[in-house]
């Protein structure tokens, strides 16, 4: 069966195209058969770092041509990558971990080849946000993924002062020797902010610590293992109270309006004659009908 749907994905890789291929982020059971038909049919592979990605693919016994495209050579080397397209080849773009053009490479040339008119096909698979978001316990149906949060403190800062009200969940990449004074930066705004830290996602010593900045700190303290390898932060949103945050004014319109009006109409009514937040008013009028 396995072998059926091998042979289907490489059946279906079209020449002229460029396939943004997803690699594993850790464990290398975790790249796909889509992803190792294509890394087979490729006539040139893109690679960030070409000798991790020789590892990879020698892992799996795959001979590519390796070419290396890094973020300082990507607007050069996409003329050479448009030129073996309108030969007719099949290009792969790969990362050293991960999908390319999400904070890694690829973006450039990505553009460029769409401008030439070339197909850009992605080839899904291990991601480092959505792996930490589906273990985090967060409820809402929406996030913010910012990348690599600022090396600076007052950049940080400035930044965390932003999302203080969010009431959606906060994705960010964080560097080993920056994650101390991050909590630390952390303190004044999220004192109370539940905060997950997703450490070496599936690797051999993945974590996952979870609890206020104060709580966390304890813990990378406590273990200095903690403060190494990958390391992405999950900040939930902000958790605003109902009924008892809201002026009776606020209130009294809102209950007006929901008797005559649908709920959400109403809170998007009532938010506009109160200045109160629509979600607030909306959650309000929802726990009168429970």
Known sequence: MMQKHFQKALD???????Y?????????????LRALAV???????????????????AAYGIQAKLLSVREHNEQQMADKIITALAEGKRVAQISDAGTPAVCDPGAKLV??????????VPVVGASAVMGALSVAGVSEPHFYFHGFLPPKSGERVKLFEQWQN???????????????????????????????????????????????????????????NQSRGEMVL?????????????????????????????????????????????????????????
């Open 12 to 18: 279906s890789i079209q020449n002229s195209t460029l």
């Open 111 to 120: 553009a460029r080849v769409r401008e030439a008119g070339f197909a850009v």
């Open 234 to 290: 999950v900040i939930h949103a902000n958790v605003v109270e109902k009924s008892d945050t809201l002026p009776e004014t606020a209130q009294n319109v809102m209950k007006i309006l929901s008797a005559e009006l649908p709920t959400k109409q109403a809170a998007e009514l009532a938010a506009k004659i109160t200045g109160e937040s629509k979600k607030t008013l909306y959650d309000l009028a929802i726990s009168w009908k429970k």
């Open 20 to 32: 943004i291929v997803a690699t594993p982020i850790g464990n290398l059971a975790d790249i796909t």
């Open 166 to 224: 969010a009431d959606y969940p906060i994705i960010a990449f964080e560097t080993p020797h920056r994650i101390v004074a991050t909590l630390d930066d952390m303190e004044n705004t999220f004192p109370n902010r539940t905060i997950m830290l997703a450490r070496e996602i599936t690797k051999t010593f993945e974590t996952f610590l979870e609890g206020t900045v104060s709580e966390l700190r304890e813990q990378l303290a406590a273990d200095s």
């Open 39 to 57: 890394l087979q049919a490729a006539d040139v592979v893109c690679a960030e770092d070409t000798r991790v990605s020789a590892q990879l693919l």
